[in-house]
């Protein structure tokens, strides 16, 4: 007796494996894992580099189908599970990998054509339905079929009569396969459209001109978030549009000439969206300088939310070193809640993460940020071969570091504290970083004395008595405005306080 039910269960588990295998078919299981997940991109003129519609095309490559889910390669979606819960979430769960990975060690039947599901109506034109605006570059801009990437930033005029307010930008590229990722800015000076063409080609060079606003990006094969509930991001008459391009040769010569779509809100955004990015300034002030070699170079910022806020996105930047990177919220009664972690950071898939549910950070929160970087040969996405030091910079093979968390005010009345409170955050950290190289300077000329006068001595080249912009060090002038307390365009000693008082607490650490 005893010796009967571990055998009837033995055989009856046996009997429900076999069950289930048996089961596993491309027209009941696989197809629809695959239309939902995989064919978006992968099928004719989309960014994936072969198509996977149909029985044959998947059954045949199912192998390395199985391996880039199990590394979560793909479908490309950074966040790690559990950190953060997102609306947009691209992620297979372990049950639908598993799905998978059965079919593929059953022999991946076809099973009966009639019950697969028919393949989604993928939209042809724009995926948001059609925009109230749009604008293309003026001219197509050659890419090369080799050589290194190019960045390069498109001015587009918008002749904007009125302000507007947007909810989503879509762009739709000629030669999708060479775009990495475009970011949209917004310049108000005009500045944008005077460089653009100067060099003789489309386009202009590096970032000289101020961005007056931004609305967001686009990512190969990331589709367009239209922003939750009556939020939009402001566009103001008179902007131009900059499309700031990056773009990755693939060996055939190619012209790409992108065009935009802008949706537009029909009334002003219920509340301010602000940017809350930790380190600011893409880490400016952080004094990134990463030796040759080390696969352990770590970041860390915090900053604390002066009032009660909502965050509703959340998104990372960095270059090619980044591998791993994190924001948490310590909320005030000693909760740490997760709101984003990626453990294997790509330059090419920065996405923007949409929670699910807004999430509440009151007042006195402490957001913090760690950015890890590996800038070893064991980094097989470092640039450099053998490894070189790295330091902070607008180059591509440079470094950055930041993660932008997109809040609302819980009281609209405290959005305009809130942006000030993130301004002088920026202001501290491009302080700071001013406040060591002019250390290290005034030790160099033998002035260890932390004095006003001696800061204002030895920056005041012209001896006027002051300090003008053109005198300030690269850093210093970042964060003139702030130090210039009576806005008179120059600093005097008696301004000089904070850049003192930021040099002796850097002495004493
Ligand atoms: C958002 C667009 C997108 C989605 C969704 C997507 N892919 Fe991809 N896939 C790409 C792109 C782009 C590449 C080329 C990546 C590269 O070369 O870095 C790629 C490459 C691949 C490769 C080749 C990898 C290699 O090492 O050569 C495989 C296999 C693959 N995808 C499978 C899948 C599967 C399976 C899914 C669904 C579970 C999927 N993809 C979903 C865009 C996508």
Redesign the pocket.
């Known amino acids: 007796m005893p010796v009967k039910i571990p055998l009837l269960l033995f055989f009856s588990s046996l009997f429900t494996t076999a069950e289930i295998h048996a089961e596993i078919t491309f027209s009941e299981h696989i197809a629809p894992?695959?239309f939902e997940?995989?064919s978006?991109?992968?099928r004719p003129g989309?960014?994936?580099?072969?198509s996977?519609t149909n029985y044959k095309e998947v059954r045949k490559?199912g192998r390395?189908?199985l391996?880039?889910?199990e590394d979560r390669?793909?479908?490309?979606w950074k966040p790690v599970p559990g950190h953060g819960v997102f609306a947009n979430s691209?992620a297979?769960s372990d049950e639908e990998i598993s799905l998978f990975e059965k079919w593929v060690e059953s022999d991946r039947p076809e099973g009966d054509p009639d019950k697969m599901p028919p393949f989604p109506d993928f939209p042809a034109g724009w995926q948001l339905g059609e925009p109230d605006i749009i604008v293309s570059m003026t001219e197509a801009f050659p890419v090369p079929a080799d050589g290194r990437d190019i960045y390069r930033n498109f001015a587009i005029p918008l002749d904007l009569p009125e302000d507007k307010w947007v909810k989503a930008v879509e762009l739709r590229p000629s030669e999708r396969s060479v775009l990495h990722h475009v970011l949209f800015f917004l310049d108000e000076s005009g500045r944008a459209r005077e460089l653009d063409g100067r060099d003789g080609k489309p386009g202009f060079s590096g970032m000289g001109f101020k961005r007056s606003g931004s609305l967001g990006s686009y990512i190969?094969?990331?589709e367009p978030l239209l922003l939750p509930g009556d939020l939009a991001l402001p566009l103001k008459k008179g902007s131009d549009l900059v499309l700031a391009t990056h773009f990755h040769p693939t060996g055939k010569a190619v012209a790409e000439k992108s065009t935009v779509g802008i949706y537009l809100a029909d009334k002003p955004s219920s509340k301010t969206v602000i940017p809350m990015q930790v380190p600011p300034a893409f880490g400016a002030g952080m004094g990134i300088d990463i030796p040759a070699g080390d696969s352990k170079y770590r970041i860390e910022d915090s900053f604390t939310i002066p009032s009660d806020v909502e965050a509703i996105a959340v998104g990372g930047h960095a270059h090619y070193v980044c591998q791993e990177m994190r924001m948490t919220a310590t909320l005030p009664d000693g909760v740490t809640k997760p709101l984003l972690y990626i453990d294997d950071w790509d330059l090419?898939w920065q996405g923007s993460y949409l929670f699910k549910e807004p999430v509440k950070l009151p007042k006195g929160t402490v957001l913090k940020t760690e950015i890890r970087y590996n800038n070893s040969s064991s980094n097989p996405r470092n640039p450099f071969s053998p490894p070189k030091r790295i330091r902070w910079g607008k180059e591509s093979t440079d470094e950055m570091g930041s993660i932008t968390l997109q809040v609302v005010a819980a009281d609209e009345s405290d959005a305009a504290m809130i942006v000030r409170s993130t301004r002088r955050k920026t202001g501290r950290n491009l302080l700071a970083q001013a406040a060591k190289k002019l250390d290290g300077r005034l030790n160099s000329a033998g002035q260890s004395d932390l004095t006003r006068s001696n800061v204002l001595r030895l920056l005041d080249k012209n001896r006027d008595g002051r300090i003008q912009e053109s005198e300030a060090s690269a850093r210093l002038k970042e964060s003139f405005s702030q130090v210039d307390k009576n806005k008179n365009g120059t600093l005097e000693e008696d301004e000089l306080q904070p850049v003192v008082e930021f040099l002796k607490a850097r002495r004493k650490r």
């Open positions: 894992l695959v997940n995989c978006s991109c992968h989309q960014a994936g580099p072969f996977l490559r390395i189908m391996e880039v889910m390669f793909m479908p490309p691209k297979l190969p094969g990331a090419n």
